[in-house]
């Protein structure tokens, strides 16, 4: 199946460890995307990619760090220096600029 | 960076009713999506509507770009509609990011 696959769907950390959340795509597509939702609210950007070996910071980058060794792979980090971490992650990618963005399931990570 | 309101923030439909949701956008846009967010968080795409009017069943979509607006249509609405829609736009000095809008909350009651 070609898609978006994120992993865990649901994560549970204690406090002040780093943890790290799966995106991986099989779209062939060169841009990759993290985003973060809280209860009843918009989505945020905190990374993206356009390109492999390449990232920018989003609008909420603070407190994360990502990779992007592959086309295919786009892993959050999210370090104990977030001060709330808890919170729905999405990741998103999309092939040709002006082209159509797709999302994986998402990951509810909860700090305690 | 590109500012995006949408309107209303909740809706509440009687099923079988008619609604139209709008995506204000503060400056040009080469990119434009709208989404549909199930209860169990999974973003489900709509439209890829940069530009035009496209149908899709009992959605339709309308993007006046020169007026940085856009418009969803749900006719005849059922109680599978409810969930949260969300707007996303992207622009030529945006690079290749998309920035959404605060969603509308829709409730369709039976």
């Known amino acids: 199946d070609g898609g978006i696959t994120q992993s865990p769907k649901y994560l549970f950390r204690k406090e002040g460890q780093n943890v790290t959340l799966s995106c991986e795509q099989n779209?062939?597509?060169?841009?990759m995307y993290w985003y973060r939702q809280d209860p009843g609210q918009g989505l945020r950007l905190i990374y993206y990619?356009?390109?492999?070996?390449?990232?920018q910071k989003g609008d909420i980058a603070e407190g994360y760090s990502v990779s992007r060794e592959k086309k295919e792979s786009f892993p959050l980090t999210v370090t104990s220096a977030q001060k709330n971490p808890t919170a729905f992650y999405l990741c998103?990618?999309?092939?040709?600029?002006?082209?159509?963005?797709?999302f994986g399931q998402g990951t509810r990570l909860t700090v305690v | 960076g590109i500012q995006v309101e949408q309107s209303p923030p909740d809706l509440i439909l009687q099923e079988g009713a008619n609604s139209t949701l709008r995506c204000n956008f503060s400056?040009?846009?080469?990119?434009l999506q709208w989404f549909h967010q199930n209860p169990w968080g999974q973003l489900i795409n709509l439209f890829y509507?940069?530009?035009g009017t496209k149908q899709n069943g009992r959605l339709s979509a309308t993007t006046v770009a020169t007026e940085r607006y856009s418009l969803l249509y749900i006719s005849s609405s059922q109680t599978t509609d409810s969930g949260v829609y969300f707007c996303?736009?992207?622009?030529?000095?945006?690079?290749?990011?998309?920035?959404f809008g605060g969603g509308t909350r829709v409730l369709v009651k039976p």
């Open positions: 998103a990618s999309r092939g040709r600029v002006n082209t159509e963005a797709f």
């Open positions: 779209l062939n597509h060169d841009a």
């Open positions: 990619s356009q390109i492999v070996n390449d990232f």
């Open positions: 400056d040009s846009v080469n990119n």
């Open positions: 509507i940069p530009s």
């Open positions: 996303a736009v992207g622009g030529s000095a945006a690079g290749n990011k998309l920035t």
